[in-house]
């Protein structure tokens, strides 16, 4: 099936380095990823839209200066926190939406810590 | 905008109880409607989901039926088991867009 693998799985920084976040779609080509931010006891937030090729677009309220996204490849979108602070801290996850009946793919997320 | 206001958890159960995870929304069009779950450490994997008013998914035990005229879509269950401990997450697609609004997710925990 459809498989999103997104890693690091954890990751602990200090404040004010930067950390990337990978999420690769293996076995499909995934033109379009989403990535998603959840807080504690909080829905998944739609942070951008990356499109293979083109500038990410971004939701409102999201730095697109701090939250870098590259999707450089049909198979591979990043994305990286820079300088961050603690209240980056946070479940980053990605999707892709797969073809066929797959829909949707989602990564296993990435828990930033920033200390 | 599109929203999902999900029960809140987290929700304990017996093994063999029912289970009832309210989820409602407000969206404009006709937008199809969706469940994920987490399991621990895994990234979200879709459940179950309906695509048009009346329609029913179901997978796995699990049913939920798109009731336009409540804007609802709650999940159910007639007997949980532990492997059913999770996060549950509701989710809608609207009609123009190719991104999901997820409600806040619900934890069950099933204890045997």
């Known amino acids: 099936g459809a498989v999103v693998s997104q890693h690091p799985s954890r990751v602990i920084c200090k404040s004010g380095t930067s950390v990337k976040i990978e999420c690769r779609s293996l076995?499909?080509?995934?033109?379009?990823m989403f990535w998603y931010r959840q807080f504690p006891k909080q829905s998944l937030m739609l942070m951008a839209t990356?499109?293979?090729?083109?500038?990410?677009?971004?939701e409102q309220g999201v730095e697109k200066d701090k939250f870098l996204i590259n999707h450089a490849s049909l198979t591979l979108s990043t994305l990286t926190v820079t300088s961050a602070h603690p209240e980056d801290s946070s479940f980053y996850i990605c999707?892709?939406?797969?073809?066929?009946?797959?829909?949707?793919?989602f990564g296993s997320g990435t828990r930033l810590t920033v200390v | 905008g599109d929203s999902v206001t999900q029960m809140e958890g987290p929700v304990t159960l017996s093994e063999e109880a029912f289970l009832t995870i309210n989820c409602t929304y407000t969206?404009?069009?006709?937008?199809?409607l969706f469940w994920y779950v987490q399991y621990p450490g895994e990234g979200l994997q879709l459940l179950l989901k309906?695509?048009?008013?009346?329609d029913k998914g179901s997978n796995k035990g699990f049913e939920a039926t798109y009731r336009k005229e409540t804007t609802s879509f709650h999940l159910e269950k007639g007997s949980v088991q532990v492997s059913d401990s999770a996060v549950y997450f509701c989710?809608?697609?609207?009609?123009?867009?190719?991104?999901?609004?997820f409600g806040t997710g619900t934890r069950l925990t099933v204890i045997p």
């Open positions: 999707s892709a939406i797969a073809g066929g009946s797959y829909g949707y793919t």
């Open positions: 076995d499909f080509q995934a033109t379009t």
């Open positions: 990356s499109n293979e090729g083109s500038k990410a677009t971004y």
């Open positions: 969206a404009t069009g006709y937008p199809s």
């Open positions: 309906a695509t048009k008013a009346d």
């Open positions: 989710a809608l697609r609207g009609g123009g867009a190719n991104n999901l609004f």
